[in-house]
């Protein structure tokens, strides 16, 4: 069962929304809105989780993403995009994330992601 999920959107708006989300499954999550932050929390905390936007205002999300894979190499990972580009979603594979969201949030997506990774 998964313990604590970080959640990295330099949206506020993002976070918020999906640690409400994230509630209604009863699980534990740690809102930040930056990826130099997200680095920090990731070494200090015990992080089952990660959902992280590519578009960070300090660091890519991309490079957030190899800094927790070279940490981590079981991170797991799924990142948040505005862009709906193949080449994105192939690059967040490619670095090792497991999956990806596209925003605005589909809230049916987003359960089905939760089912699938969360809660299995």
Not at 35 to 57: C, H, P, S, T
Not at 64 to 72: C, G, I, N, P, T
Not at 90 to 95: F, P, V
């Amino acid at each position: 069962m998964i313990k604590s999920i970080l959640l990295v959107d330099d949206e506020e708006e993002i976070v918020n929304f999906l640690e409400h989300f994230l509630k209604r499954f009863k699980i534990p999550s740690i809102k930040v809105t930056s990826g130099f932050e997200a680095l920090n929390i990731y070494d200090k905390e015990r992080i089952d989780f990660v959902f992280l936007d590519i578009q960070l205002k300090d660091i890519d999300g991309f490079e957030v993403l190899k800094q927790l894979k070279k940490k981590d190499p079981q991170a797991r990972v799924i990142m948040l995009t505005g862009k709906s580009e193949k080449d994105f979603q192939d690059k967040a594979k490619r670095l090792g994330a497991i999956d990806y969201i596209t925003k605005p949030l589909d809230l049916s997506d987003l359960k089905d992601k939760i089912n699938k990774y969360l809660l299995e």
